[in-house]
Antibody, heavy 117, light 113 residues
Framework: QVQLVQSGGGVVQPGRSLRLTCAASGFTFNEYGMHWVRQAPGKGLEWVAT????????YYADSVRGRFIVSRDDSQASLYLQMNSLRAEDTAVYYCARITTNWFDPWGQGALVTVSS | DIVMTQSPLSLPVTPGEPASISCRSSQTLLHRNGYHYLDWYLQKPGQTPQLLIY???NRASGVPDRFSGSGSGTDFTLKISRVETEDVGVYYC??????????FGQGTKLEIK
């Protein structure tokens, strides 16, 4: 079945970096764009970044542009989010999600990122 | 950016009773192809968000028919004909017409009375 399995979350100090991974299975990964969405503790959903199916276009929320980089490796069927210069306000559960036509389906299980000294 | 506004933010419901959630966008979500680019998601407690409704009124695969979406322009509604205990969670609307950014509503927390 279609599945997105995430890894890479953890506790990191402010200013440091962390990379999240989203491993896809059950579908032809290189035919789909992908998103990253985050949810701060007790808060709602916030779109973070998008990468097109062929990697030709990438989009970022204003809050992360210049610090986060979305990428993909189709040979590994994997999506990545490189998070640099992390701030306390980046603390959140990060979800990957597939672009299915135009909506987000399915979603990964989430990875908790805590930025704290 | 398109701003999405949901109401109510909290919705206590008795099992078996209907429920309705409103979502308003700051701009029309009507695409030139005739579809409204508005989706609904449910995040059950401790779980990942799941797609309920896409393009304003289409139920996603496996979604019970007690869920329905409607609306046009800037006003949309998610209805549950008879709430069940498994429906508790936070419901989000999201627009995908003018992107980036993709924007979500604040979320509506449905709880059982």
């Amino acid at each position: 079945q279609v599945q997105l399995v995430q890894s890479g979350g953890g506790v990191v100090q402010p200013g440091r970096s962390l990379r999240l991974t989203c491993a896809a299975s059950g579908f032809t990964f290189n035919e789909y764009g992908m998103h990253w969405v985050r949810q701060a503790p007790g808060k709602g959903l916030e779109w973070v970044a998008t990468i097109w199916f062929d990697g030709s276009k990438k989009y970022y929320a204003d809050s992360v542009r210049g610090r986060f980089i979305v990428s993909r490796d189709d040979s590994q069927a994997s999506l990545y989010l490189q998070m640099n210069s992390l701030r306390a306000e980046d603390t959140a559960v990060y979800y990957c999600a597939r672009i299915t036509t135009n909506w987000f389906d399915p979603w990964g299980q989430g990875a908790l990122v805590t930025v704290s000294s | 950016d398109i701003v999405m506004t949901q109401s109510p933010l909290s919705l206590p419901v008795t099992p078996g009773e209907p429920a309705s959630i409103s979502c308003r966008s700051s701009q029309t979500l009507l695409h030139r192809n005739g579809y409204h680019y508005l989706d609904w998601y449910l995040q059950k407690p401790g779980q990942t968000p799941q797609l309920l409704i896409y393009l304003a009124s289409n139920r996603a695969s496996g979604v019970p028919d007690r869920f329905s979406g409607s609306g046009s322009g800037t006003d949309f509604t998610l209805k549950i004909s008879r709430v069940e205990t498994e429906d508790v969670g936070v419901y989000y609307c999201m627009q995908t017409l003018q992107t980036p950014p993709y924007t979500f509503g604040q979320g509506t927390k449905l709880e059982i009375k």
